[in-house]
């Protein structure tokens, strides 16, 4: 069993792409899986579901080439 904190508290993520899969994870926050997009303004996503906050990674290389 996971001790969560307060569901208040939403968790930051740091994620090296700009798509991202979501699924909450185990336990209470859990949602069916689905994919975000990083905003290349604010380089971070919020999970409607669970509010989990994406942020990309820094120095994470984005549409490079
Ligand atoms: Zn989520």
Not at 22 to 46: F, N, S
Not at 60 to 65: I, L, N, R, S, T
Request: proline fraction near 3%.
């Amino acid at each position: 069993m996971l001790e969560r904190a307060t569901s208040a508290v939403t968790e930051t993520v740091e994620v090296e792409s700009l798509d991202v899969a979501c699924d909450g994870g185990d336990g209470a926050l859990g949602h069916p899986r689905v994919w975000l997009h990083i905003e290349h303004q604010t380089h971070d996503v919020v999970c409607p579901y669970c509010s989990r906050r994406y942020v990309l990674k820094e120095g994470a290389v984005v549409g490079g080439h």
